[in-house]
C-alpha cells in the first residue's frame, strides 16, 4: 500500500497535539503535586522532587535504552512514531514547565484533572497511531521475555513506580496516584473507542418484517437481519440489528412497542460507528 504523505502529516500532526496536551497535564497538575501515576512520567517526578532533576530529561534518559533494546529485540515495527512521540513529550515536558500555571495545590483535586488530560493527550497520540514509549514499550519487552500479558506488565511496572512515590511521598499521594493511573486509562479508552454516543438494538420478534420495514421507512436506519434459533421452540426466528442514536432510542423502542408488545429487545451502548449515517472516517 502507497504511503499517502496527507496521511502521515495528520499522524504526525495529531501525534504533536497529543503530546503536548499531556504534558500539560503533566506540568500543571500531576508533577508539582507529587503525584506519581506509574511509568517513566512518575519516575521522572520522583527524581525531580528529590534532586531537581527536569523531568523531560529523566523520561528521554529511561526511553533510550527501551527504545534501543526494542529495536534489538523486536525490530522496528513499533516504528518511527514511537521514536517521535518519545522526544517530543520528553521536550515538551520541559520546555512547558515552569510556563504554565498550576491551577490547585489540591492533590485530589490534581489527580482528577491530571489524570483527564493526560489520558486525553495520551488517547489522541494513539488514535493518530503513535505512543509516547516509556511504561508500553518497556511492557512488550517484559513481554518478550518473561511471556507475561502486556496489561500484567504495566501492572507491575506501574505498581512499582507508585509504591516507590509512597514510601517518598508518602501513602496518601500513592493512594491518589492509583486514582490518576484509574482515570487516565478510562480517559483514553474512551478517546480510542468513542464516547458512546450510539446505541445497538437488538430485536427478537413474530412480526420482525413490519418491523424492519418500520426501522428502514420511519427512522431512515438500516437493518441486518440474522437467522436465529429459539432454542426453547425449536423454532427458526429473525434476529434484527440496528444501531440508532440516543435520540432515536425512544421513537424505535415505541415503534417496537406498537408492532409487537411482547417483542424482546436489547439495547447496548456503541462505542464508535463508521459507516453511512455515523462517523465515515476509519482508521
Known sequence: MAIKPARVARDYIGITVGVIITALGLDMF????????????????I??????????????????PLFALGIKNMGLGFGVRSLYGMGALSLFVDLLARRVP?????PLLAALYGGVVVGLGIGIVFRFRGTTGGTDLAAALVR?????????????????VIVAAGLIFGAELALIALLTVYLTGRVIDAVQEGFGYAKAAIIISDRHEEIMQR?????????????????YTGRDKKILLSVVTRAEVSRLKDLVHSVD?????????VHE????????RFG
Do not use: Q
Open 261 to 269: 408488545d411482547r417483542a424482546f429487545v436489547i439495547l447496548t451502548d
Open 215 to 231: 426501522i428502514l421507512k420511519e427512522l431512515d436506519r438500516g437493518v441486518t437481519a440474522f437467522y436465529g434459533m429459539g432454542c
Open 144 to 160: 518478550h521475555y518473561s511471556g507475561h500479558n502486556v496489561g500484567f506488565a504495566l501492572f507491575l511496572i506501574d505498581s512499582a
Open 47 to 64: 527524581l525531580y522532587h528529590l534532586w531537581h532533576i527536569p523531568v523531560g530529561l529523566t523520561m528521554f534518559a529511561l526511553n533510550v
Open 273 to 280: 460507528v463508521l459507516g453511512e449515517g455515523f462517523r465515515g
Open 30 to 45: 500531576l508533577i508539582p503535586n507529587k503525584i506519581a501515576a506509574g511509568g517513566v512520567s512518575g519516575i521522572g517526578t
Open 102 to 106: 498550576v491551577p490547585t495545590h489540591n
